[in-house]
């Protein structure tokens, strides 16, 4: 199941296959910061790519950057190489982009990591982190929906998000965003309506059927060159509309899983910007009079974008609001509510309970990465996120770690993360620990934050207690 594209940064949209002839994918070459020397023209225009040739007057091209699916990834976590996603890089790649070309920047929705009081927080600073690289417009996906109308009137009135949404519509019946947005770039008029699928649905909305909605809203848009729907649909949806729907030059969707290259339904192009935010859809727009054509291609958000400077203050506002709230676990998607799966024999003990019966085993955790993982969160002041805390901690919302202040003992990976709530067996060791230690790693060690992991090779970097059973139980 591995994606055939996983460790490519970039590849171009079967230009081929989407506009025939069009050669206008390999003009975007410039976009990586690294300086290509081949300058590849523009099938009509005869555009010249590569800027520094000095014809400065000349119109630049246009391009729409479409994210999406940020699924609560502001920043990836960096606990293992190389992951991609982050609006820092983001931010870097738009950058670049705009010193050759005239770009536009729209979300397909789905940026909210979930609806609980921290993933609030955070989707307000993912917003002001999108608008600082100049957002035209946001469509609401189902995690924005998941959010409550008030809330999201709210960040439209307040905060002029430029919220959009051609089919949501309130108990009233109204629509609970400006169903489209135009926007002027390099003499062009780009017109990004926003449809989401009626799966999302919830007790406070009602979702029209996307076709009709994109159908009914089309005719008010008026001399624009350019139709893009932002779609946030599962895949199968996402080419029906498009099959459906000739009068769009482009579908943009949002929740695949993987990211779908470019290429054309019918008359539209489809792709999707997707998987916590790590695949982007560039698209642009030819540049001969008249209806311009679209191309594009996907782009990873890989460690070669650099940080973005105000992108790296917004997360540094973001972790200051943290610090100041304090969120307690439950208050976090992290973490089922009243959760209570151990008897008030488990309560937790702290590792500084065991060394006195358990002196190597306790050496072997304090030379281990487990028993510094806090502060690896401490040196990039990411401690105050609870979407790092919950592995970089123990037991968290379940009885252990609840919040940075609340609950400062129980901070880096201890005892009890692997063997469960163990005051009982530190009072009477007759008392079994709770957990089977070896079944716990999977929980932390999962296939993003740790895609190395296999249990016979990171259990020789851990080991410790190897009674013969357990070594025996170890190497099988
Ligand atoms: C789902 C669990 C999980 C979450 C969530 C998580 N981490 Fe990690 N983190 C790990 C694991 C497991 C490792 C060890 C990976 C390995 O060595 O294979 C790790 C390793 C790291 C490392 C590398 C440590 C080193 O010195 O090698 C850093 C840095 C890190 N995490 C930071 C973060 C930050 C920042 C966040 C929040 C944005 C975060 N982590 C969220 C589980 C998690
Ligand atoms: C008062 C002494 C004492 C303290 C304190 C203590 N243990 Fe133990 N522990 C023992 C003894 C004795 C055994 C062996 C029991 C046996 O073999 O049945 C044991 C066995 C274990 C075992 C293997 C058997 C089982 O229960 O799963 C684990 C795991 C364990 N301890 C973890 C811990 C942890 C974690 C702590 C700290 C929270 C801790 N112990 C604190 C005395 C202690
Ligand atoms: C509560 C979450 C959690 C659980 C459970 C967990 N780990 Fe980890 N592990 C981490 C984190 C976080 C790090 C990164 C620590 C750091 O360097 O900051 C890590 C790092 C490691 C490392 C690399 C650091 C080193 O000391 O070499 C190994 C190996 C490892 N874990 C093995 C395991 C094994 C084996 C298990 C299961 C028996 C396990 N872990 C269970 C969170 C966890
Ligand atoms: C990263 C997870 C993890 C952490 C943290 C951890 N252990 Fe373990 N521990 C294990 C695993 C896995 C085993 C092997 C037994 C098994 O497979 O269940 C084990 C075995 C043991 C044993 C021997 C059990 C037996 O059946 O012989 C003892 C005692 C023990 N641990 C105590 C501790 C103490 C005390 C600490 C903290 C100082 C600690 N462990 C921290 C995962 C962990």
Redesign the pocket.
């Known amino acids: 199941m591995a994606p055939p594209f996983a460790r490519l940064n970039v590849w171009r949209a079967s230009c081929v296959a989407a506009i025939g002839i069009l050669a206008v994918c390999a003009a975007w070459a410039g976009w990586h910061g690294k300086k290509r020397s081949n300058s590849v023209s523009f099938e009509a225009g005869h555009v010249d790519a590569n800027r520094s040739s000095g014809h400065s007057e000349q119109p630049k091209p246009i391009a729409l950057v479409v994210s999406g699916d940020t699924a609560g990834w502001l920043v990836p976590c960096g606990c293992t190489a190389n992951q991609s996603g982050g609006l820092l890089r983001r931010a870097t790649f738009l950058a670049e982009g705009r010193k050759s070309h005239e770009v536009v920047l729209a979300d397909a929705g789905g940026a909210p990591g979930g609806a609980s009081d921290y993933d609030r927080c955070k989707f307000d600073f993912i917003l002001s982190g999108e608008r600082l690289m100049g957002l035209s417009a946001h469509n609401l996906g189902g995690p924005e929906l998941a959010l409550g109308v008030a809330y999201l009137e709210r960040l439209a009135q307040e905060q002029k998000a430029p919220l959009i949404s051609a089919n949501v519509r309130d108990r009233a019946g109204h629509l609970i965003a400006e169903p489209f947005r135009t926007v002027s770039a390099g003499g062009r008029r780009i017109a990004l309506l926003g449809v989401v699928s009626p799966k999302f649905q919830t007790r406070e909305t009602h979702i029209d059927d996307p076709k009709e909605a994109i159908l009914t809203t089309l005719p008010l848009l008026k001399d624009c060159d350019v139709t893009v729907a932002l779609a946030y649909l599962p895949e199968d949806e996402l080419r029906q509309l498009a099959a459906a729907l000739p009068e769009v030059d482009a579908i943009i969707g949002g929740p695949t899983g993987q990211s779908l290259p470019l290429e054309r339904v019918g008359a539209s192009l489809v792709g999707s910007a997707t998987n916590k935010g790590k695949f982007l859809i560039e698209l642009s727009l030819s540049a001969e009079s008249g209806r311009p054509r679209l191309s594009g291609r996907t782009v990873e958000m890989t460690p070669q974008f650099a940080n973005d400077a105000d992108q790296e203050r917004n997360l540094k506002s973001f972790y200051a609001e943290l610090g100041k709230r304090d969120f307690s676990a439950v208050q976090t998607s992290f973490v089922q509510q009243a959760i209570n799966r151990h008897s008030s024999d488990y309560t937790g003990a702290k590792?500084s309970s065991?060394?006195a019966c358990?002196q190597e085993?306790?050496a072997?955790?304090?030379k281990?990465g487990?028993a510094h993982a806090w502060a690896t969160l401490e040196k990039r002041g990411a401690h105050v996120d609870a979407d790092c805390q919950r592995c970089h901690t123990t037991g968290f919302g379940v009885g252990g770690f609840e919040s940075r202040v609340r609950s400062p003992g129980y901070v880096d990976?201890?005892?009890?993360?692997?063997?469960g709530a163990s005051g009982a067996h530190a009072k009477r060791p007759e008392t079994k620990?709770l957990l089977?230690?070896?079944?716990?790693?999977a929980g932390c060690h999962d296939h993003e934050n740790s895609p190395e992991f296999e249990f016979a090779a990171y259990?020789a970097k851990?080991?410790?207690?190897?009674?013969p059973?357990?070594k025996a139980?170890?190497t099988q």
Do not use: I, M, N
């Not at 990976?413 to 063997?419: I, K, N």
């Not at 089977?436 to 790693?441: L, Y």
């Not at 851990?462 to 009674?467: D, F, I, Q, S």
């Open positions: 590792s065991c060394p358990h085993e306790f072997a955790w304090l281990s487990h990976v201890q005892c009890e993360s692997c063997h620990t089977v230690a070896r079944d716990q790693c259990w851990v080991a410790h207690g190897e009674t059973s357990t139980k170890a």
